[in-house]
């Protein structure tokens, strides 16, 4: 036996295909197993999915905001950029509650969104309905496509 060992020589046990899928089936539960540790967040991953269109006048930002007040967000416009920030809050479920699953996150967010062209930041208007924030923003009349009228 040692003399097999010290040499590599082969033994004639035959190792059977279940070994190598058991030996994969370990390997697959450690990384499962790794993945489940929670990941270390700097922030409450409240992060408002967003939309960002526009047409000849304006930019319209839409952002998923479902159970935030309009009194919990503040909008910020300088000549390109929109800041949204705000606060999602959830109340708590009672002393006894156990969560068996816990998918919506509460805390503060913040997004700043760069718009491709200037913008007139007197004008932005916006408006919370059903859990959408739509904030229009019009665009400054350097941005807005001139029609030239062409004679003969």
Do not use: C
């Amino acid at each position: 036996m040692i003399y097999r060992r010290l040499l590599n020589v082969p033994t004639w046990r035959s190792r059977s295909p279940l070994d190598e899928l058991l030996r994969m089936r370990q390997q697959m539960e450690q990384l499962f197993e790794e993945a489940r540790v929670p990941s270390q967040r700097s922030g409450a991953g409240v992060f408002p999915l967003i939309n960002l269109t526009e047409d000849k006048d304006n930019y319209y930002i839409r952002a998923e905001l479902p159970g935030v007040m309009a009194e919990a967000l503040d909008i910020q416009a300088t000549s390109q950029n929109i800041a949204i920030s705000g606060e999602r809050r959830i109340p708590p479920q009672g002393e006894g509650a156990r969560y068996h699953r816990r998918e919506r996150e509460a805390g503060t967010f913040s997004r700043m969104i760069a718009l491709p062209g200037e913008v007139n930041n007197e004008k932005v208007e916006a408006k919370l309905e059903n859990g959408i924030l739509t904030v229009m923003v019009p665009k400054a009349e350097v941005t807005k496509p001139k029609q030239i009228s062409v004679t003969s």
